[in-house]
């Protein structure tokens, strides 16, 4: 077991009037604490979903854990090959090298805090995926850009067929 030690002076204190909002509905992402701001320890935002939306499709991270906390509503969210859903005061981490992915559960909303440990920077991947839902950059664009955000996209059958 390695042991990370982040290192900042100050505290990192977000308000919610301050905090960038990237997307709109059906995806709002509220951009916390980037790795930056917390010495390398963590990587935060908040993820609010409409009714039925993606969040998230089947990734994984090499260098990072992913906790995803359900502020309200309900999520699925892929772990390896295993869909399960979470409520409201659910808690789920998965570890690095895991395939993971989340979206409000068919008919209901979805409020996540989204945080991985150690942090990486991740703000400007949000911005890139806005781009993207705006035509101003490719899908494939993120392909470029995996390796720098730890953020590699790969098939899940288990994630493709939850709904039959």
Known sequence: MS??????????????A?????????VAVRLLADSSATGGALSTVRV????????????????????FYLLDGAAEVLSGEEVVTAERGDLI???????????AVPGATADLLVVI????????YFRH??????????PES??????????????????DTRHP
């Open 48 to 67: 609010t979903l409409a009714a039925g939306a993606d969040g998230a499709r089947p990734h994984l991270h090499h260098r990072s854990a992913e906790m």
């Open 18 to 26: 301050g905090a960038e909002v990237v997307g709109g509905d059906p």
């Open 129 to 138: 995926l806005q781009r993207i839902r705006l035509g101003e950059l490719t």
């Open 142 to 159: 993120l392909l470029e850009v995996q390796e720098r955000y730890d953020n590699h996209f790969l098939e899940s059958p288990a994630w």
């Open 3 to 16: 042991l990370f030690v982040p290192r900042f002076d100050d505290t990192a204190l977000v308000r919610e």
């Open 117 to 124: 440990a150690p942090g990486v920077e991740r703000f400007e």
């Open 93 to 103: 981490v998965v570890p690095p090298d895991r395939p993971h992915a989340f979206a």
